[in-house]
Structures are given as structure tokens and as C-alpha cells.
């Protein structure tokens, strides 16, 4: 055997690793940001940095900044906050928060001489509907531990897809197996979590931290392990965008199928391919269902159209009814169908929303039926309005009840 | 029962429903790009767009436009090519590539009076070590075709941990099941697919489109239906940036253990995870391993040490030999365990590079051991270098001679 001349090999190959790492990158296309931002500072204010030497002005919107109220032709708004970044030496703009900020999961963008631009230096980004925001994390109580990646046991997340003969689609869906579930033999009640207009089933996923606040809950014995399922709630798309047949395509609000019926006619396809799939309790006792605004619309038509189907039902800040010009035969028979599905003693009925919700009034009407009824239900009025921050809180309050 | 006023309650409905689109993403910090960008025109040119009326030049940033020579105090670098916009109406800057673009996977960036920047009208970004590119695909013949998501059958992508007691962690990896693979009964071969430096879990399904590719040539019948494994290949991780308990953590290059052969020394806690919770075929005819420059290294280093384990060897642009200062067992008697591996005749031992990777010679080198010992392996040359085009080729190419 001819022998390997190592050391001149391993002489080499310190040399071409030296430069490998600026080759490897070599399709990112520029180097790395030479700034850190954000920094959540010790005592948890948070600094951010942008270089920027050419730029006349730099600024921050954040959801950690309080509204303010802009005059705009069509009267006085609220809008998010703004502040100021200051310049320091060799063109670096810093601003840190005044104040320490709350564990809170958090969103924000920078705005440099009036063009909105992501943190070139934050790798952690996510898509709210048609925008990119930057995000960060602030651990510590409650919240922050609770949204938080701990040393815990973790479930496993899967992109699933089903075929609709329905719907004529083969669709996406998310799915959360809790830890244990691989290799194991048990069965596990399931929770359908539905997303709102707008979102997908990565919408849970990314902006509602869901399966950090599982993985937490479960672990702490606060939640049952157990199987959640997210839908892709647009029963017009096959999946989130980018992430379908139709390549990269633009995300929308304009979705014409949303809340039509379909979606929740054909609901029970989900249901039987995850009992045919998953190890699941297959019955009522073991199934759950919630969503968020359009979301919790869907929830209060499927629930109440399979009274059979789910024992635990949640409305997050949910759109009530029906709209006006849409007909389809779910939406039928409205009284006596929440009657039936009343009348069959769910084991929770639950709806929460905040106090300055746009959907606070019809959800309060909705209410007002239930007590003339002498529905059961659980009500939960939080500070705030139509926001994941609140949907977060939700669910950590929602999955402790169930099964 | 009380009757509700349904229609009182449905207009009311339709008036929150027009206004709660903008509610609902008022987490959004900043309304929706009002440009299209990037845009596919029907001749496969693209056209790229930024509103920005404050702006003196506006500049793009791709992997589509030709490498320039620049001068710099060392010496002349190839860099990425760079094209100039046009400001045409309502501050809205504008670039049509002039030629159409073959069909591919495409990476870009803006850079808007010398900053860098994301482009705010697209979704679609991906990490590539320690930056953020817009991306968009070219959709057609070869390439085009098996990186998009079309109607044929996709297999499931899961995000799943285990514990290795060997790196004192739980680790994530990603996991591509077939379709057909859930409730079916059927045991499959696996593929272990490594990244490389600066990558993670996520890197070949990201970058490398790996599910596309997957779901395509399995559809085709081309390759096999087969689960596909692809670990974090730095042991000192838990996971990619974002999703391990140091929470949004900043990706890095300076990995200190990457290299060093625990991870090598780890690898069957992988393979025995995979054994026990997926229905594999528990045997080498039913293995292969490949990976990426430094995934070309592990796999290099894995299949030899272990050479009951895998019968198809892949290196894809592979660092080949440890290096200087780097001591383990692993790389102990490097001949006589590659002499061991050979004479246990691998199905398949396939070595690819480009001819202007700047691995080509440490390759050549390990081709003439090969060689000079009468090692039977296959050698496939491309054109290009160290680049993830080359990757997704590499891919393609490979998973055809699987099984």
C-alpha cells in the first residue's frame, strides 16, 4: 500500500480550511454584519445596532414601544411606536430601551432614512402575513421561560401533508408529537389548533411559540402530553407560501375561501387522516379544537357542526358568525345546531378575548346567547386586543384544561 | 330559546371583518411592500423592485449575476457580481436582469446607498451561515423543475430530538419520511445527509432543497422511497441557530468541535435513534451516508470507522484528512481502516467536486491513495466550485444510485 504523505496533506488542508470558511460562505453573497442586535443587556434592556455610515437618520418600530397617535387624513390613528437611534463612532447607530423590557417573545424593524429594512445583523426573522419582522426573546418569569427553548424533553414537529378529495388539493399541515411519542406504544388525545386570517400552519408554530409552551407545559405536568394539529385554515391553498405548488408566491389576506364553509364541511378529512395515522384516542373524550379570530369562527362552525367530534372547544378572540352574502349549509341552522352540540355537555366550552379587541362586541353578543340559554361556558377577558401576545396567553391557559 | 338577530350581527360582522384585516396584522408592525419583487416574467428575465424616493443609488446583489474582479489591498478578490437600478416613477427603483435565467434556486440582496439590505416585497429569505438572502426560484426544464414543490406525492419533514449520552445533549436533527410512509407498514433504507461548516439540520432542506428533490425523483421512480437523516453535524450544538435552549443565539463559523472526531465517534447513538423509532431496514445494504465539504469529512471519517455500517458513500466536495493539531482515535490508522472499509466492498463509494473548488487538490490527492491501491470508487467532475448549485446537483445525481 503506497503511504500517505499526511503531513504535507494536513499542512494543506490547515491552510485551505483556513480560507474554507470565507469559500463556504462564498454564496452568501456578503459578509457577515459586523454589529450584534440585538443585545438583551444583563439587566434585560435590549440594544440595538445598525452600521450605517451614510444614513441621516435611524429608527426603530417595535412592538416593545409604546403606540402613538398619528394624524392621518382620515383622523387620528394609532400606530406603532417609534424611537430615535443615535449615531456613535465609525458609523454605528445604537439605540437601547429605556427601561428593562418584560420576558416577552418581541417583533421589531428598522426604518433608515424613512425605508423600512430588516436588522441585517438578526438572523431570526419571521412572516406575519405579508411582512418580515425581526424577533427576539427576553427569558426569564412566566413568559419568557414559557416561550422559551428549555432543557426539557422536546416533542417533534412534522410538515404533514393529507389529500382533500374534497377540497382537490393535497394540503400541508403541521403536527406536535410530544416527547415519548416516537418509539412508544401509548395513544394521545388531540388538540386542533387553528390559525387566523392570514397565518398557516406555521403560524402557531413560529409567531404563537406553541410547541416551546407544549414542550414546558407538558413537562411541568401542567398540560397532558398530547397530539396538536395546525391546519392550513384556506381551503383555496395547498400551504403556507413557499411552500406549495405555486412556488414563492406572495402571501395574501385576500383569500377568497376562507370563510365560506368549505373548510369546516371538510374538517372531518384532518380528523380521520390523523386517527388513521397518529396514535390517537379516537373519540370524542379525546379530542379538542381552538382557534384564534378566523380561527375560533371555524372553531364555533366545525364544533358545532360535528357535535360528536370534540369534547373541548376554545374561541380565541374569535370572529362569531357569519358574514353577510355568504351562504353555505355549515352556517344553517345556527341556534339549533349549538343547541344540539350544547345539549351534549361539552367538557369545556371556553372563550377568551381582550378588552380592547375589534371583535370584543360580537363576541359579547354571542354571550348573551349563551346565558339566555344557560350554555356552559368558561369566559376570559384579558388587557389588550387582537395580538399574538394574547393568543400566547391563551393557550397556556387553554392546554391545562384539556383531557 | 332567544332568537338572535342575525342580521343585525352578520353587517356588523361584515364592517369588522373589512377593518380586521388591518387589525389583525397590526402586529405587523408596517404595512405590506407596496412593489412586486422579485418578479418571474414570462421570458424567465426577473425584475426587482424597491420603493425608496430618498435614495441616491440603488444596487442588487446575486448569484445570477456574474462574479466581477475587484482590486483590495490584498490582491484581486473575485466578488459577487453587482447591478445598478433605475429610478422610475414614485421613488420606485426598478432592475431587469437582460438576459432570461435558467431555471434555478436564486439568492439575493439589495444594497441601497452602499447598506445592505434585505428586500422588503419578498417573503422568502433563507440563512446561509451568518446572512439572510432573498431567494426565489425559476421554475423549468432539469434544475427548475426538481427543486420546485409539484403535484406529485410529498413525504413528511419532521424536527425531532434525541439524547446523546456520548455529547452530554439532546440534539435536533430533521427527518424527511416518504409518502406513503405514515400508516403504511413497509420498512425503508436511509440516507445520512451531512452538512457542512457553518450549516445545521436545517441546512440541505434550506439551501440544498433536499425534500423537493426527494419528492420529485421518488415520484418519477428515479430514486427509491427512502428516509433521509440529517443531523446537526457540530456536537457542541444542540440545534441551528433560533431553535436550542441559548435561544436566538447568533449563528457562528468558529465552531470549536466540528472537526474534532466526537461527532464522528458519536454517530451510531444517530443511527441507533433512527433504528429504533422509524421502520428502517437495520442493516448497511440498507445505509448510505453522504455529505457536503465538511459533512464530506465526517462522512469520509464515519464510514470508514464504522465499515459494517454503510454501503453507499457519498463526498460531495469533501474536506478530505483531518487536520494539523487535531488528535482522536477516530483518525488514527486512517489507511488500514480505509483499507478495511474497501475490502469489505461498499455498493457504492461516489466522490464529486468542481474543478474550481479550492478542495479540488486535497481530493485529487485521496484519489491517487484510491488509485494506487485499486479502490473502487466512482468519480464525477462538475464545472464551479464550493457552491450549493453544485450540491443540489450533487444530490440529484446521487440519490439515483441508491438502494
Not at 118 to 131: F, V
Not at 136 to 156: C, Q, R
Not at 247 to 271: C, H, N, Q, W
Amino acid at each position: 500500500m503506497k503511504v500517505m504523505n499526511f503531513k504535507k496533506l494536513s499542512v494543506l488542508m490547515a491552510a485551505l480550511l483556513a480560507c474554507g470558511i470565507g469559500a463556504m460562505a462564498q454564496q452568501a453573497l456578503w459578509s457577515a454584519a459586523e454589529v450584534v442586535s440585538p443585545e438583551v443587556n444583563p439587566d434585560n434592556t435590549v440594544t440595538f445596532r445598525l452600521k450605517a455610515p451614510k444614513a441621516v437618520k435611524v429608527q426603530l418600530l417595535g412592538d416593545f414601544i409604546p403606540n402613538r397617535l398619528v394624524d392621518t387624513p382620515s383622523g387620528v390613528v394609532e400606530m406603532p411606536g417609534i424611537a430615535d437611534f443615535t449615531e456613535t463612532e465609525g458609523g454605528v447607530w445604537e439605540y437601547t430601551t429605556p427601561e428593562p423590557l418584560k420576558p416577552e417573545f418581541y417583533s421589531y424593524t428598522f426604518v433608515v432614512d424613512g425605508l423600512k429594512m430588516s436588522d441585517p445583523s438578526n438572523m431570526h426573522k419571521l412572516r406575519d402575513t405579508g411582512t418580515i419582522n425581526d424577533v427576539f426573546i427576553v427569558k426569564g418569569a412566566e413568559a419568557g421561560d414559557l416561550y422559551s427553548i428549555n432543557d426539557v424533553p422536546h416533542g417533534t414537529v412534522s410538515k404533514v401533508w393529507y389529500e382533500s378529495p374534497k377540497l382537490g388539493l393535497q394540503r400541508r399541515m403541521s403536527v406536535y408529537t410530544p416527547a415519548g411519542y416516537e418509539g412508544g406504544s401509548k395513544r394521545y388525545p388531540v388538540l386542533y389548533l387553528l390559525h387566523g386570517m392570514g397565518g398557516d400552519e406555521n403560524a402557531w408554530l413560529e409567531l404563537g411559540r406553541a410547541s416551546q409552551i407544549l414542550d414546558n407545559l407538558i413537562a411541568s405536568g401542567k398540560a397532558k402530553p398530547m397530539i396538536v394539529v395546525f391546519p392550513n385554515g384556506n381551503p383555496a391553498l395547498e400551504s403556507a407560501p413557499g411552500h406549495g405548488s405555486n412556488g414563492f408566491s406572495r402571501p395574501t389576506t385576500a383569500l377568497p375561501k376562507t370563510m365560506t364553509g368549505e373548510y369546516e364541511d371538510a374538517f372531518p378529512e384532518i380528523v380521520n387522516f390523523i386517527d388513521k395515522n397518529y396514535r390517537t384516542i379516537k373519540s370524542k373524550k379525546g379530542r379538542a379544537i381552538a382557534g384564534l379570530s378566523m380561527g375560533g369562527y371555524h372553531t364555533l362552525h366545525i364544533s358545532k357542526q360535528y357535535p360528536d367530534m370534540f369534547d373541548y372547544v376554545g374561541l380565541f378572540s374569535a370572529a362569531i358568525m357569519p358574514y353577510e352574502g355568504v351562504s353555505h349549509p355549515v352556517y344553517d341552522n345556527f341556534e339549533e345546531k349549538l343547541a344540539t352540540q350544547m345539549a351534549k355537555s361539552p367538557a369545556l366550552y371556553w372563550i377568551a378575548i381582550g378588552e380592547t379587541d375589534f371583535l370584543y362586541k360580537p363576541n359579547e353578543e354571542f354571550r348573551k346567547i349563551l346565558d339566555a340559554n344557560n350554555y356552559k361556558y368558561i369566559y376570559r377577558e384579558s388587557e389588550g386586543g387582537h395580538i399574538w401576545r394574547n393568543w400566547r396567553i391563551y393557550l397556556s391557559e387553554f392546554l391545562p384544561m384539556l383531557f
